[in-house]
């Protein structure tokens, strides 16, 4: 066993410090304190050089409450990244604070060691070996929530049993005076399409440059391909290669002469199961 062994880890000192401050408890605020700590402020300021000097500052911070309306926590390979809002904090040794302040804290032995304080984020990050955390975007109403290819078709009805090949079912019709104007077909919730008819046939020669191609994707690629040959579509062989694409993928064209490329999932790739 080694002495390290049942001690906190570097985010639970500091969680746990946090956790006494946020309380007001002193005495265990200076139990997760090492007694040689140094507290560097802003600007390489030094503040505390050991547990008692940090001990009167951090009890004058508490003086007014905690303070701070919302934290961070970010680990990092050297130290872990507190980030606190505080309101009213305008300024600290000539610098401007915005309000935040970030600190670095080192851990050894399940104590803090060191604090450094920083006013921006990506120094505080920078000093701590951490990375950006990788949160999911946050929805807004404002962003866009989906994405359908729409093709132009001369006969929607003559379009639809390719697409039906393809696993696609038709969900919804509009047929003003009996002609199929427009049909809305879906496989998955990340694969739907739209067809429009057009009266004069869209341009599809293969060797002019055009803007791109609906790019599908399909768990078995040989399978599917066989699909359509019996319901008699065409499909090109299918194709392997090396590459940071796709390692199988066949081209295929609906009765218009839409290319479209189809690939076998994998582990990477843009398209989801």
């Known amino acids: 066993m080694t002495a390290d062994q049942g001690r906190p880890g570097a985010l639970e000192a500091v969680v746990g410090w946090m956790d006494s401050m946020r309380r007001g408890d002193l005495v265990e605020v200076e139990a997760w304190l090492d007694p040689e700590i140094t507290w560097r402020g802003v600007r390489d300021a030094a503040i505390c050089e050991n547990r008692e000097e940090a001990l009167d500052m951090l009890r004058g911070s508490l003086e007014g ?31 401007e604070m915005r309000g935040q302040l970030y600190n670095v804290f080192r851990v050894r032995s399940g104590r803090i060691v060191a604090v450094e304080d920083y006013a921006f984020r990506d120094e505080a990050r920078a000093a701590a070996g951490a990375k950006a955390p990788e949160w999911a975007a946050v929805p807004t109403g404002a962003e866009v929530v989906d994405l359908v290819p729409f093709l132009h078709v001369v006969d929607v009805e003559r379009a639809i049993p390719f697409y039906e090949a393809l696993g696609f079912a038709v969900i919804k019709r509009y047929e003003p005076g009996g002609t199929l104007e427009f049909a809305g077909l879906r496989a998955t919730s990340a694969a739907k399409i739209m067809l429009a008819r057009v009266d004069e046939p869209p341009e599809t020669d293969p060797t002019a440059p055009g803007a791109g191609f609906p790019y599908l994707y399909t768990r078995d690629l040989h399978a599917l391909r066989g699909r359509l040959l019996a319901a008699g579509h065409q499909a090109e062989e299918v194709e392997e290669g090396p590459g940071p694409g796709p390692r199988r993928h066949m081209c295929v064209r609906d009765p218009d002469g839409h290319g479209h490329m189809v690939a076998e999932l994998f582990e990477g790739s843009v398209g989801t199961a």
């Not at 409450?65 to 919302?70: D, L, M, R, V, Y």
């Not at 872990?80 to 600290?92: F, M, R, S, W």
């Open 65 to 95: 409450g905690f303070g701070a309306k919302a934290v961070e926590l970010i680990p990092g390979e050297s130290g872990t990244v507190l980030g606190a809002i505080v309101p009213g904090l305008a300024e600290l040794a000539g610098m």
